[in-house]
């Protein structure tokens, strides 16, 4: 079982910045890949960044103003966000993709983002 637990989020304005980290219980080096999702109010879930074990993928809304990094020694994975928009504004959700082709999630952190 890997527990994930988000931590970062908060209010902030239009064009700032914030740095969301995502801490594992177990050695993330192991993992097919990690990503971050977000999910807005009356929305489904979506991609924002994700890393496998060969490539880095972003969504085009975030690409260039967003970057997803991790410490293998800390366990932790972190999404750089900058020049916020409003439209950024959701649940932001880690999740772990391990070798045996499970799937975990954490609670989820909010950012929102004001005008």
């Known amino acids: 079982q890997v527990q994930l637990v988000e931590s970062g989020g908060g209010l902030v304005q239009a064009g700032g910045s914030l740095k969301l980290s995502c801490t594992a219980s177990?050695?993330?080096?192991?993992?097919?890949?990690m990503g971050w999702f977000r999910q807005a109010p009356g929305k489904q879930r979506e991609l924002v960044a994700e890393?496998?074990?060969?490539?880095?993928n972003y969504a085009d809304s975030v690409e260039g103003r967003f970057t997803i990094t991790r410490d293998n020694v800390k366990n932790i994975v972190y999404l750089q966000m900058a020049d916020l928009k409003p439209e950024d504004t959701a649940i932001y959700y880690c999740?772990?993709?391990?070798?045996?082709?499970?799937?975990?999630w954490g609670q989820g952190t909010q950012v929102t983002v004001s005008s």
């Open positions: 890393f496998d074990r060969s490539s880095t």
């Open positions: 177990t050695n993330i080096f192991s993992f097919r890949g």
């Open positions: 999740n772990a993709k391990t070798t045996d082709w499970s799937l975990y």
